[in-house]
């Protein structure tokens, strides 16, 4: 089955860490740029932060800039969103989603493109 899967979500309080997972079965991400996004009740899509397959380019949304990374871990197919010092606004549903002919910015900023795979999304709460 050809799928993305995302988990390490949840509940966090202010200030703290959470590591989010993305998992694709069914293809290899070697060849796909990869990113994250989010969206909270009553606000737009946005692309938090995307990597693209050729170079390893990274994109970050200005909100998380300095305090998120993405990486990707192409031996176990899987791509990583290290979120430090998270706070409140940053609850959202996260998901995954890739496309072969993206680079990181336009993945991230043209939240419109039809992508290859997506992930069905997991809840992070920032709360105390």
């Known amino acids: 089955q050809l799928q993305l899967v995302e988990s390490g979500g949840g509940l966090v309080q202010p200030g703290g860490s959470l590591n989010l997972s993305c998992a694709a079965s069914g293809f290899t991400l070697d060849y796909y740029t990869i990113g994250w996004f989010r969206q909270a009740p009553g606000k737009e899509r946005e692309g938090v932060s995307c990597m693209s397959d050729s170079d390893g380019t990274t994109y970050y949304a200005d909100s998380v800039k300095g305090r998120f990374t993405i990486s990707r871990d192409n031996a176990k197919n899987t791509v990583y969103l290290q979120m430090n010092s998270l ?8 998901d995954c989603a890739v496309e072969g002919l993206a680079t990181s910015r336009q993945l991230c900023v043209e939240v419109k493109r039809v992508y290859d795979y997506r992930g069905q999304g997991i809840q992070v709460t920032v709360s105390s």
């Open 87 to 94: 706070k409140p606004e940053d609850t959202a549903v996260y």
